[in-house]
């Protein structure tokens, strides 16, 4: 079937509408990073993951599908949008694409995010199956109808659990959190912080040795830098465990985009800018630190076998068992 922009936003405006999410897959599948960790449900403080990290492997199944999507009846895409509010098409879509190591790669990343908080001494809770997609995607494709109702709908649930304070924990649910809302909902005053800027002020991991000075590339979120002005904050937690980094000539405020949000619209361009950015970034070194879901889905999209692509998070938490603790020195 063809793709058509006109149609996917239809249907990702039915699915938060009606699910919650752009990209509703089971509650068990959102959750399962946080299984043993022992976080308590709920609180006044909560880990808010917005489920960037979560639905990751399964767009990178739908994508391994896209193929066979396309070569299907070109009327196929309007039988989809007549069905769709009635059956979840994209749990259908996606059933069993995920690959495990990528569920396990991408859980990992907030596993590692919530152990690194607990290092540092910061409490928090989770809400488990009652936490909600922020709404960056319609925010972005401007169908401001559907979000401003998701984003209030959010809200209220938010302050029926007695939240006061979120800690993000990707650059799309900060900037919806922390500078959207507040402007689309007259009286939010909720308290928002990144856990990056948690780290940045909190964590003072042990160092041996002189640190760890294998090489990295750093590749700042656009997100991050240009609309939260956090640059310095994951530069500073790397110096602190001594990491050596190399930075392309695009970053901080000036980073260079890695072709999101719009890979689902229009994968073709997307995947353009990502290897534009990737041309920036291989020169420097093979190992790309990123601090997005969104980031690490489109260059990993593009990138030769030789190049690794990490988040800081798992960097963070491997350097730090590497020097054999898991608090403050």
Known sequence: ?????????????????????????????????????????????????????????????????????????SWGMKVARLINPVINLTRVVTLGAAHPLDVLRYNRVLRDVA?????????????????????????????????????????????GFGIRRLITVDPHTTEMFKNVYPEVIEGFDIEVVNYLELLAERWRPKVKGGGHKRPFVIHDSCVYSRYLGIFEEPRSI????????????????????????????????????AKARMEQLEPLGREIVTMCPICHLNLGAVKDENIQLWDIATILRDIQKEQGGNGNG
């Open 1 to 73: 079937m063809s793709l058509k922009r006109e149609d996917v936003l239809t249907i990702l405006a039915q699915n938060i509408g009606i699910r919650g999410s752009a990209f509703p897959v089971a509650s068990s599948a959102l959750t399962a990073w946080a299984e043993g960790l022992g976080i308590r449900k709920g609180g006044h403080t909560v880990l808010y993951t917005g489920h960037m990290y979560q639905i990751i492997p399964f767009i990178l199944g739908m994508q391994n599908r896209e193929a066979l999507m396309r070569s299907a009846p």
């Open 115 to 159: 152990t690194l908080l607990r290092s540092c001494g910061v409490e928090f809770g989770y809400l488990y199956e009652y936490e909600e997609y922020a709404g960056a995607l319609p925010y972005d494709m401007g169908l401001d109808r559907v979000f401003l109702k998701h984003a209030h709908r959010v809200y209220k649930k938010l302050k």
């Open 238 to 273: 790397l110096r602190r465990i001594g990491v050596e980094f190399q930075e392309p000539l695009l970053s901080k405020r000036l980073t260079h985009c890695c072709g999101g949000p719009i890979e689902s619209i229009f994968p073709e361009r997307a995947k353009e800018v």
